[in-house]
C-alpha cells in the first residue's frame, strides 16, 4: 500500500494536524518527516483539546505506530514534555517511535536563533525561537548532534567536544552572548538520551514495513509549502532540510516518490502567515480583526499555537496557491476553516498580481516585487447561514459551493475535503482520500 503526505499549502498553520487526525483512522504509522516544535498543531476529537509540537497526530489512535522520522529537528525536553503531558491525560504514548537518526535541537540553537534575530533588528524574520534554523544549518555544515549520540555517553561527549568550542566561539565572538556550561549541557543532554532511549527506533525499517505489508503510512507536514528554503518567500522562510514540502516527505522518513501515491495540500478557506515576509492579500482593520478573533472566546482564534502571536489575515491567495499545487504535485485539496466565512457579505479571491502595470499570475521570485505586488481580485458573495453543521456538500450553501468550485477551477485541483469547524468529525468529505 501507499504512502499519503498531508501538507502545509500556504504559509503555515493551516489545520494539518486537524486533518491528520482525521485521516488517520485509516493509516498503520502516521510520521512526521520534517521541521520541529516550531510547528504547533491544534487537535480536537472526542478525547479533549490537544497542542501538539512534535508527536505526530495520529497517537490519539491507540494501535497506530507513531514515528518522529530522520527529518525532523527534537528538542528532547520538548519531546519529553508534550510524551509526559498525553499520558497524563491518558493518551497511551507507548506506540511512539523516535528515528535514531533525527537532529537534536541543542541550547546553543536556540540561544543563537534569539541572538541572531536581534542582531537582525528591523529585518528579523519572525522565528518561533525555538531554535530549528540554526539546528539545521548545523546539520548541512555537518555539525549536529543526533539522537543516536544521545544514546552513547562517550559519542556524546566526543561531538560535543568537537562542536561547542566552535559554537562558543560564534556566541561570545559574533553576537557578544554568554558562553554554553559544557559540563551541565553534557550531564543534561545525557539524562534525556536515557530517557528518550525507550522510544527509540529504526523508523525507516518500520516505515517500510508497514508498505510492504499493504499497509497505508500517512506522512504528517508540518509548516507550509510557502515558508520552504527553495521555493517560499526567501529569506522570510523556515530552515527545514528535508523541506517541509511534499518532496521532503521521502527523505524525512527514508522512502522513495514511487512510494507515494498522494499528496493531499491543506488550504485554508482565507490566508494567514505569521512572522514577518511578503503577503500581497494580507488585510488590515475590521475585516482582518473580524476573521482573527472568530472563536477568540474559546481560544480559537488565529493566534499562534507555538508563540501565541497574531496571525497576519488576508484573502486566498490562488497565485501563491497555484505555484504550491504545482511544486507539491497535489492531487486533492483539504479546505480547512470555512466556517469562519460563514456571514460575510462578500468574499474576495486573489487571481493575479498587478506588478508595476504588469499582470502576473505566477509565483515572483523577487521579494521586493512581491512586495509591490497589487493583488487582483474577483468577488464573489458570501452566505449567512452557518456551515459547521452541515456534513454533506449540496448541504452547503449556494454561495459556498459555488466559492468551492470556484476555487477548484482556479487551483485545478479538486477539494476533496472540506473542514468545517475544528472537531473531528466537522467535516465534509466529497471524496474519500483512501
Ligand atoms: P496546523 O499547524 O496546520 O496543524 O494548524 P494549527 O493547529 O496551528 O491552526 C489551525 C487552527 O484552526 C487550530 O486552532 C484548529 O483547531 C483550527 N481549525 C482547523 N480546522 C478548522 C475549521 O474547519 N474550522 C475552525 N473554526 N477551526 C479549525
Ligand atoms: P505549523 O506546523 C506557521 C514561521 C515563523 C517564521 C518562519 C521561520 O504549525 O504550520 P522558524 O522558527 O521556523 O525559523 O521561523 O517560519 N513558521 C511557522 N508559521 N506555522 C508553523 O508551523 C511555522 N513554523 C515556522 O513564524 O515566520
Ligand atoms: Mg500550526
Given at each position: 500500500?501507499?504512502?499519503?503526505?498531508?501538507?502545509g499549502?500556504?504559509?503555515g498553520?493551516e489545520?494539518?494536524?486537524?486533518?491528520v487526525?482525521?485521516?488517520?483512522?485509516?493509516?498503520?504509522?502516521?510520521?512526521?518527516?520534517?521541521a520541529?516544535?516550531?510547528?504547533?498543531?491544534?487537535i480536537?476529537?472526542?478525547l479533549?483539546?490537544?497542542?501538539?509540537?512534535?508527536?505526530?497526530a495520529?497517537?490519539?489512535?491507540?494501535?497506530?505506530?507513531c514515528?518522529?522520522?530522520?527529518?525532523?529537528?527534537?528538542?528532547?525536553e520538548?519531546?519529553?514534555?508534550?510524551?509526559?503531558?498525553l499520558?497524563?491525560?491518558?493518551?497511551?504514548?507507548?506506540?511512539?517511535?523516535?528515528?535514531?537518526?533525527?537532529?537534536?535541537?541543542?541550547?546553543?540553537?536556540?540561544?543563537?536563533?534569539r541572538?541572531?534575530?536581534?542582531?537582525?533588528?528591523?529585518?528579523?524574520i519572525?522565528?518561533?525561537?525555538k531554535?530549528i534554523?540554526?539546528?539545521?544549518?548545523?546539520?548541512?555544515?555537518?555539525?549536529?548532534?543526533r539522537?543516536?549520540?544521545?544514546?552513547?555517553?562517550?559519542?556524546?561527549?566526543?561531538?560535543?567536544?568537537?562542536?561547542?568550542?566552535?559554537?562558543?566561539?560564534?556566541i561570545?565572538?559574533?553576537y557578544?552572548g554568554?558562553?554554553?556550561?559544557?559540563d551541565?549541557?553534557?550531564?543534561?543532554?545525557?539524562?534525556f538520551?536515557?530517557?528518550?532511549r525507550?522510544?527509540?527506533?529504526?523508523?525507516?525499517?518500520l516505515?517500510?514495513?508497514?508498505l510492504?505489508?499493504?499497509?497505508?503510512v500517512?506522512?504528517?507536514?508540518a509548516?507550509?509549502?510557502?515558508?520552504?528554503?527553495?521555493?517560499?518567500?526567501?529569506e522570510y522562510v523556515?530552515s527545514?532540510v528535508?523541506s517541509s514540502?511534499a518532496?521532503?516527505?521521502?527523505?524525512?522518513?527514508?522512502?522513495?516518490?514511487?512510494?507515494?501515491?498522494?499528496?493531499?495540500g491543506?488550504?485554508?478557506?482565507?490566508?494567514?502567515r505569521?512572522?514577518?515576509?511578503?503577503?500581497?492579500?494580507e488585510?488590515?482593520?475590521?475585516?482582518?480583526?473580524?476573521?482573527?478573533?472568530?472563536?477568540?472566546?474559546?481560544?480559537?482564534?488565529?493566534?499562534?499555537?507555538?508563540?501565541?502571536?497574531?496571525?497576519?489575515?488576508?484573502?486566498?491567495?490562488?497565485v501563491?496557491a497555484?505555484?504550491?499545487?504545482?511544486?507539491n504535485?497535489l492531487?486533492?485539496?483539504?479546505?480547512?476553516?470555512?466556517?469562519?466565512?460563514?456571514?460575510?457579505?462578500?468574499?474576495?479571491?486573489?487571481?493575479?498580481?498587478?506588478?508595476?502595470?504588469?499582470?502576473v499570475?505566477?509565483?515572483?521570485a523577487?521579494?521586493?516585487?512581491?512586495?509591490?505586488?497589487?493583488?487582483?481580485?474577483?468577488?464573489?458573495?458570501?452566505?449567512?447561514?452557518?456551515?459547521?453543521?452541515?456534513?454533506?456538500?449540496?448541504?452547503?450553501?449556494?454561495?459556498?459551493?459555488?466559492?468551492?468550485?470556484?476555487?477548484e477551477?482556479?487551483?485545478?485541483?479538486?477539494?476533496?475535503?472540506?473542514s468545517?469547524g475544528?472537531e473531528?468529525e466537522q467535516?465534509?468529505?466529497?471524496?474519500?482520500?483512501?
Amino acid at each position: 500500500m501507499p504512502a499519503v503526505v498531508v501538507v502545509g499549502g500556504q504559509w503555515g498553520d493551516e489545520g494539518k494536524g486537524r486533518i491528520v487526525d482525521l485521516l488517520a483512522r485509516k493509516a498503520r504509522v502516521v510520521a512526521r518527516y520534517s521541521a520541529g516544535n516550531n510547528a504547533g498543531h491544534t487537535i480536537v476529537n472526542e478525547l479533549g483539546e490537544f497542542k501538539l509540537h512534535l508527536v505526530p497526530a495520529g497517537i490519539f489512535y491507540t494501535e497506530k505506530t507513531c514515528v518522529i522520522g530522520n527529518g525532523v529537528a527534537i528538542d528532547p525536553e520538548v519531546l519529553l514534555g508534550e510524551i509526559s503531558q498525553l499520558e497524563s491525560r491518558g493518551i497511551d504514548t507507548s506506540k511512539l517511535a523516535v528515528s535514531a537518526r533525527a537532529q537534536v535541537v541543542m541550547p546553543w540553537h536556540r540561544l543563537i536563533d534569539r541572538l541572531d534575530e536581534e542582531r537582525r533588528g528591523a529585518d528579523a524574520i519572525g522565528t518561533t525561537g525555538k531554535g530549528i534554523g540554526p539546528c539545521f544549518t548545523d546539520k548541512v555544515a555537518r555539525r549536529g548532534i543526533r539522537i543516536v549520540d544521545l544514546l552513547e555517553p562517550e559519542d556524546l561527549l566526543a561531538r560535543m567536544r568537537a562542536v561547542v568550542d566552535y559554537q562558543n566561539a560564534v556566541i561570545t565572538g559574533v553576537y557578544g552572548g554568554e558562553p554554553i556550561d559544557f559540563d551541565e549541557c553534557f550531564e543534561q543532554y545525557q539524562e534525556f538520551g536515557q530517557r528518550l532511549r525507550p522510544f527509540v527506533a529504526d523508523t525507516q525499517a518500520l516505515v517500510v514495513e508497514a508498505l510492504h505489508s499493504g499497509e497505508y503510512v500517512l506522512l504528517e507536514g508540518a509548516q507550509g509549502s510557502l515558508l520552504d528554503l527553495d521555493h517560499g518567500t526567501y529569506e522570510y522562510v523556515t530552515s527545514s532540510v528535508p523541506s517541509s514540502t511534499a518532496g521532503g516527505a521521502t527523505l524525512g522518513v527514508g522512502i522513495g516518490p514511487t512510494d507515494v501515491q498522494r499528496a493531499i495540500g491543506v488550504f485554508k478557506s482565507y490566508c494567514t502567515r505569521v512572522g514577518n515576509g511578503p503577503f500581497p492579500t494580507e488585510l488590515f482593520g475590521e475585516m482582518a480583526d473580524k476573521l482573527r478573533d472568530h472563536g477568540k472566546e474559546f481560544g480559537r482564534g488565529e493566534y499562534g499555537t507555538t508563540t501565541g502571536r497574531p496571525r497576519r489575515i488576508g484573502w486566498l491567495d490562488t497565485v501563491a496557491a497555484r505555484y504550491s499545487v504545482g511544486f507539491n504535485g497535489l492531487s486533492a485539496l483539504a479546505l480547512t476553516r470555512l466556517d469562519v466565512l460563514d456571514g460575510l457579505p462578500a468574499l474576495k479571491l486573489c487571481t493575479a498580481y498587478e506588478i508595476d502595470g504588469e499582470m502576473v499570475k505566477t509565483m515572483p521570485a523577487s521579494p521586493s516585487a512581491l512586495r509591490r505586488a497589487k493583488p487582483v481580485y474577483e468577488e464573489l458573495p458570501g452566505w449567512s447561514e452557518p456551515t459547521s453543521g452541515v456534513r454533506n456538500f449540496d448541504d452547503l450553501p449556494a454561495e459556498a459551493q459555488v466559492y468551492i468550485r470556484r476555487v477548484e477551477s482556479l487551483l485545478g485541483v479538486p477539494v476533496d475535503l472540506i473542514s468545517v469547524g475544528p472537531e473531528r468529525e466537522q467535516a465534509i468529505i466529497v471524496n474519500p482520500i483512501f
